[in-house]
């Protein structure tokens, strides 16, 4: 036979058949994520065609146990949020399931039965039991222990329901109970008040976390968001002064939140049922309490409660409270209801009462010393000017929101901010001063233009920037005449335009870069 029909060797075939092994894989790796993709497409359009409700519902529900934010959206603006529905997740360290009503807990909420009395504890991140187990909160130790009564109920079983989404503000919680007060039907309703709850709400993203890109509650000031912790965007863990009251968009805050209190203290006490009022010691934010309280001509008892920072009170990883903290909250409202004969409680079968605590509810209000008071919250956290080419930590106590890094920290202090739809800071008056001038820049971006700026102080409008095109672009300043203070402890500043830019991956609305503003 000729040589040039000879069979190749084996090992020739052997390298071919790998050759084409290698390239099949090689185009299937390459191909994969596409046939992956189209897969899952003919998935779910078979799930949403095909599939019955309760199969589609149980698939929905894996596919968010999957998802790391437990947040979802509900289009009530003053409520903003409220947990994912019917699934499971760890939060914060610790397992947290979320029931039918979208809250912690793993009973599901319906209708209140023949024979239940039922307490609802309405309130945040104390409510909800961030950072420990759901049988170790307040609202399951109230439960637990009143378990332990005879009778606590004139013959009914007591039944408690934890109303808590953390970050909720007074105003979110009172205004999803109020809206839901039928359904949940309470006998008795235990408001849980700490002193961050005047901000605006957060937020929610597709996948369930919060935001503070915008809110909810204040939908034409767009990024404009005005948080007690507006500072943490500068990497700053500290609180602002949002809520100490001492300006008129921190006073309007005060008085929405209790204004919607009383509304449902009225709903509450015209179904025969009662409302008691719990907050959180602090030295700067009870005094505000004891006046808005009173200002509002709220009826329900104000009980001041602490769960007293012990080391074995307060979870090791978690400012918020342990069992042992809980336990102190508990014991010390059903004393309180026990004193008050709202309960028929056995005393001696409750907790001990901490003798740090005490039942009072009288907190006489006097107008000098709140306005004292105030005064010396802005002498202690304000300034008289902000530089924002050389921005401090400590400045960030003054602004109330509305400001945008223009790089993440830990560089967010290096340069000037971006100002957004709405910004506000709050400053300390001074001496002899009769002007405002704030200095800022403004970017030759075309989609800003014609460009409108105004100044507001003290809530009145004071000055405006117009340009009617982007060839004024460039550093402006304006002058704004300071109106009669009429001893107000600090002078409000905000700043409200509608022109803004965003980016093609950041939908955050930024209109300027802030450059300083001071007194002259």
């Known amino acids: 036979m000729p040589a040039s029909f000879r069979q190749p060797p084996r090992v020739f075939y052997f390298l071919m058949w790998l050759l084409v092994l290698l390239v099949a894989v090689g185009v299937f790796l390459a191909a994969r994520r596409t046939l992956v993709e189209l897969a899952g497409r003919c998935f779910f359009r078979y799930a949403a065609e095909y599939l019955s ?27 903003g949020r409220i947990l994912q529905k019917n699934v499971s997740k ?65 013959g009914r079983r007591v039944e408690v329901y934890s109303l808590g989404v953390p970050s909720w503000s007074t105003l979110n919680e009172v205004r999803y109970l109020s809206a839901r007060l039928s359904a ?9 008040m700490v002193g961050n709850d005047f901000g605006s709400s957060l937020g929610v993203t597709g996948y369930g976390s919060i935001t503070r890109a ?31 009251d001492l300006g008129p968009e921190c006073r309007g805050r005060w008085r929405k939140a209790f204004a919607a209190l009383k509304r449902l203290e009225n709903l509450q006490s015209g179904r025969g049922k009662r409302m008691l009022l719990v907050v959180l010691k602090n030295r700067e934010f009870l005094p505000l309490v004891f006046f808005h309280h009173r200002r509002q001509g709220l009826h329900s008892p ?26 102190l909250l508990a014991a010390h409202i059903l004393h309180f209801l026990a004193e008050r004969d709202w309960l028929e409680v056995d005393e001696s079968r409750l907790a001990p009462l901490h003798p740090a605590l005490e039942l009072t509810a009288a907190h006489p209000v006097e107008w000098k010393k709140i306005a004292a008071h ?20 400590r400045d960030l106590k003054a602004v109330l929101g509305g400001l945008i890094p223009a790089a993440p920290p830990p560089r ?10 709405k910004t506000g800071v709050l400053l300390l008056p001074r001496p002899g001063a009769s002007r405002v001038v704030v200095e800022l820049e403004v970017p030759p971006l075309p989609e800003l233009y014609p460009f409108r700026l105004d100044v507001h102080l003290q809530g009145r409008p004071a000055a405006v920037l117009e340009l009617p095109n982007v060839v004024e672009a460039g550093k402006q300043v304006l002058r704004a005449d300071i109106p009669d203070l009429e001893g107000e ?32």
């Not at 309760?54 to 979802?72: C, F, K, M, N, T």
């Open 53 to 79: 409700p309760q199969y589609r519902d149980l698939l929905v529900r894996e596919l968010a146990e999957q998802v790391s934010g437990i947040y979802d959206a509900i289009p009530e603006p003053d409520v």
């Open 90 to 154: 760890r939060h914060g360290g610790v397992e947290v399931a979320c029931n039918n009503a979208g809250l912690r807990d793993r009973r599901r909420y319906g209708p209140k039965s023949p024979g239940v009395f039922r307490v609802v504890v309405l309130g945040d991140s104390y409510v909800f039991g961030s950072g420990g187990r759901e049988e170790d909160r307040l609202g399951n130790q109230l439960e637990e222990q009143l378990a332990l009564q005879a009778d606590p109920a004139g």
């Open 184 to 192: 949940y039907d309470p006998d008795l309703i235990v408001v849980f």
């Open 214 to 244: 915008f809110s909810p509650e204040y939908r034409a000031d767009g990024s404009g968001v005005f948080s007690v912790y507006a500072s943490q965007a500068f990497g700053v863990m500290e609180s602002n002064c949002l809520d100490y």
């Open 302 to 327: 104000l009980l001041v409660s602490d769960y007293l920072m012990e080391p074995k009170a307060v979870l090791p990883a978690d400012p918020h409270p342990s069992r042992f903290g809980h336990r």
């Open 374 to 393: 105030r005064r010396r919250l802005a002498r202690e956290h304000l300034p008289e000017s902000i530089d924002f080419r050389r921005l401090r930590g």
């Open 412 to 421: 967010a202090l290096d340069s000037p901010p971006y100002g957004t739809l």
């Open 489 to 520: 402890p600090a002078l409000e500043v905000v700043l409200r335009t509608s022109s803004y830019w965003a980016g093609i991956a950041d939908p955050r609305m930024k209109s300027y870069r802030l450059l300083e503003i001071r007194q002259e």
